[in-house]
């Protein structure tokens, strides 16, 4: 059994995996299908996450089938099923009001524990979620990162001829595009890159896009921050509208200047918005089975895993959107 193994920043190996222990009552066994490569494991890779726990095997976002089921496991072997890769307590404060995303023991696979880029992986079962058949795998890999959007958007409420401003095309602001495009909105997407901006129009009938530089007094009425540096956090807050929505995705550890004056005088309502919880799947799921609802856009291809290489450099390019690994 095979598995990727990050022994140090920039040091990814596929390397012979030690056997897997039996599982337990409430484990099952997962044969990985497809694991997509996430910003989150660039950041891994690249060493820029302070409490990522090295060596570790990286990935979260993946598909999966079942192999072997525990006796206490409601799900049945040959099962398709996603991970949710990021464990809670279910007994603090935040748990107790559905809020695990923010759970104060939350630990993100493939971040500060091993993650599940490998052939095969034991997991918990309440950390699985079953995919419909309606749903294809190279859709189902996508509902992991997409239930990020789903629960971002939510917050916004966004209306139909709303004016909506999608700042950054990585992942997160390709699957906005898509879902806002869905609600009706008004979208300009805010990018630098031209390819990522070339992918965010065939997201959507009415999408502009346009550099950062190129928007000038327009003000919109919704914006989504997903683009997580300073520049495009400080642009956010000034294309808002008085009584506008900013909803902030894109994470930064650099300083940003915040404008006092206008957020209060113009009352403007910002909300930080980090992953999902079990509800934001089941959503991201309903969505995906609308095959009209089409996401395919943002995964941009597949490969074999073992040439993760290659696909981790390319991932970092800017030259694609998602990149999946099949196993
Ligand atoms: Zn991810
Ligand atoms: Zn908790």
Do not use: W
Request: glycine share 8%.
């Amino acid at each position: 059994m095979l598995e990727l193994y990050l022994n140090n920043p920039s040091d990814l190996v596929l390397r012979e995996a030690k056997a897997l222990p039996p599982i337990a009552e409430d484990e099952v066994k997962l044969k990985i299908v497809y694991g997509g490569i996430c910003g989150s494991d660039l950041k891994v890779y690249k060493g820029l996450i302070s409490y990522a726990a090295y060596p570790l095997r990286p990935g979260h976002e993946v598909l999966g089938k079942i192999i072997e089921a525990g006796k206490n496991v409601p799900h049945k072997v040959g099962a398709r099923v996603v991970v949710f890769p990021n464990t809670f307590c279910g007994t603090c404060e935040y748990c107790a009001q559905g809020k695990t995303n923010i759970c104060t023991l939350k630990q993100p696979i493939g971040v500060s524990s091993d993650g599940v880029f490998a052939q095969e992986v034991i997991i918990e079962s309440k950390y699985i979620v079953p995919v419909p058949d309606g749903i294809d795998d190279e859709r189902a890999v996508l509902i992991e990162p997409f239930a990020v959007t789903v629960h971002a958007l939510k917050k916004a409420n966004i209306q139909k001829g709303n004016s909506v401003a999608i700042v950054g095309c990585g992942t997160e602001g390709l699957f906005s595009v898509a879902l806002a495009n869905k609600f009706g909105a008004n979208i300009t997407v805010i990018d630098i890159n031209p390819t990522k901006l070339a992918i965010a129009r065939r997201l959507g009938e009415n999408v502009r896009t346009v550099h950062p530089k190129d928007i000038k007094d327009e003000l919109f009425d919704v914006v989504i921050e997903a683009a997580g540096v300073p520049e495009s956090i400080e642009q956010s807050m000034n294309i808002v509208k008085p009584g506008g929505t900013i909803v902030a995705i894109g994470i930064t550890c650099d300083p940003v200047n915040y404008p006092a004056l206008k957020i209060v005088r113009s009352e403007v309502t910002i909300y930080g918005s980090i992953i999902y919880t079990l509800k934001d799947f089941a959503e991201a799921i309903e969505y995906l089975k609308d095959s009209t609802f089409d996401l395919s856009p943002v995964l941009s291809k597949i490969v074999p895993y073992t040439e993760f290489h290659q696909a981790f450099e390319d991932a970092l390019s800017g030259n694609f959107a998602k990149i999946a690994l099949k196993f």
